[in-house]
């Protein structure tokens, strides 16, 4: 399987890009925020690929961010969702909104992409909210402040079913109110902020 692409581009269009590599003209499927960042043609352009064989053919989809082919092949794994109706919703709405617009089950954000549908975005939210990171800078510098016991109530806030965000803001409060001694306690007192 091709995962990786380097070579001279040939051709780019919103949809479309042509990369020679070894004397061999590659036809790649690009997404419009690809599109967008690619140089001009003649330039050379490295794609990362992911490759998709079916019966009748084979098909290369390529993104220059690791992130973003990641978003697509979590998309396609979505019953209803196919490789081309990905790469259209990768072009109908930036990667941080559409993962916001999952995790926070925001279904008439998601019917607003062209080509999903309010069954389509229901299953995206189901199937997709826990397996997406998390959106936006400000969440990654709060991770490693953590503390071990702080890590396990959140652990065990997830386990009874709680939403990550709904979880870490309760455990926020708890901190807040000087809870932040044993497990027990910072776990009684996050539960009642979330029973609020």
Partial sequence: MIAHLRGKLLVKHPNQAIVETGGVGYDVTISVPTFSDL????????LH????????AIALYGFLRPSEKGLFEKLITVSGIGPTLAIKILSGVAAE??????RGNDLARLTRIPGIGKK????MVLELRDKLPEAGPATAPAIPAMS???EDVLSALLNLGYQRGAAEKALA????????????ALFREALGALSK
Avoid at 97 to 102: K, R
């Fill in 49 to 56: 690929i992911h490759t998709h064989v079916r019966d009748d």
């Fill in 120 to 123: 389509t975005a229901e299953r």
């Fill in 39 to 46: 140089p001009a043609a003649g330039a050379e352009v490295a």
């Fill in 148 to 150: 071990a016991t702080e």
């Fill in 97 to 102: 909104e559409m993962v916001s617009a999952i």
């Fill in 173 to 184: 409060v708890a901190t807040k109110n000087g809870k932040s001694g044993s497990f027990d």
